[in-house]
């Protein structure tokens, strides 16, 4: 441990070990996030940000403000959230609901079907679960469709529901759904939009995951991946816990590459690389 009043980088403004261990606490008891002694830098670079954008002098003065300020509070967590995601990550997981998942459910003739993208950053994965699943159905037959994606960062969500993606950010994305996205008025000159159909049946909501959950359930499918690792192992745990009691029998769990399920295993069989399916 470095002395609590020794700085911890030689920047712009003074950032102690006991700083440093206030916004450990403070964004663990606002979001259950846990941050190590690694992100002392990512730490002091976003929250500068804040301090020079209030113009306060030291980071004393910026963690006494954001603790009697619930606006600055989201601001705080939307600048200590990362955002890294794009159009089929992990596309193994893609390749399972394509090839296997998706047209059980059709043979099935399931009429009701419900996706819960958890930590939806900015949007491509929701709506890269949207155009497969268009892709594969019958649409007449499945009218009751709906994807609820979530994230923490007030911020992404404005930018999710505009569904609007760089030329750099659609190049994973296939030739057979291109046709999903097209240049529209609200578009820059190397931006597309996607189609509207698809915005229509995602709900993005802003959602603490160490809050209640305004989801009833039962869900087909909880895709919830590279969020859990910014937990401890007893959060790890009672999340997937708690996404296990909504997911119906046979429904599907699908966790981060780097993810081990932390739960009672009984509930959960797994069927491929971090895919589970509820027994």
Known sequence: MLNAQKSLVDKEFVFTQQNFDQVVKLINDLSGICLTERKVDMVYSR???????HGLNDFDSYL??????????????????????????ENHHFEYLKNTYFPEMFKNNQRKIRFWSAGCSTGEEPYTLAMLWHKLQ???????????????????LDSCRQGIYSDDKLKPVGSEYR??????????????????????IIFFKQLNLMDEWPISGPLD??????????????????????????????????LGHSENLSADKAALKAIGKTIYRKE
């Open 47 to 53: 929250l500068a940000r804040r301090i020079r954008l």
């Open 64 to 89: 006494a403000f954001v603790s009697d300020n619930q606006e600055e509070q989201v601001n705080f967590i939307n600048s200590l959230t990362t955002n890294l995601t794009h159009f089929f990550r």
């Open 138 to 156: 019958d649409k007449p037959k499945y009218a009751d469709f709906k994807i609820l994606a979530t994230d923490l960062d007030t911020n992404v």
């Open 221 to 254: 499918l909880v895709i919830c991946r590279n969020v859990l690792i910014y937990f401890d192992k007893p959060t790890q745990k009672r999340l997937v816990e708690r996404f296990t009691e909504l997911i119906r029998p046979g429904g599907c769990l699908m």
């Open 179 to 200: 046709g999903f996205f097209k240049h529209t008025s609200v578009c820059k000159p190397d931006e597309k939009q996607i189609n509207p159909k698809l915005q229509e």
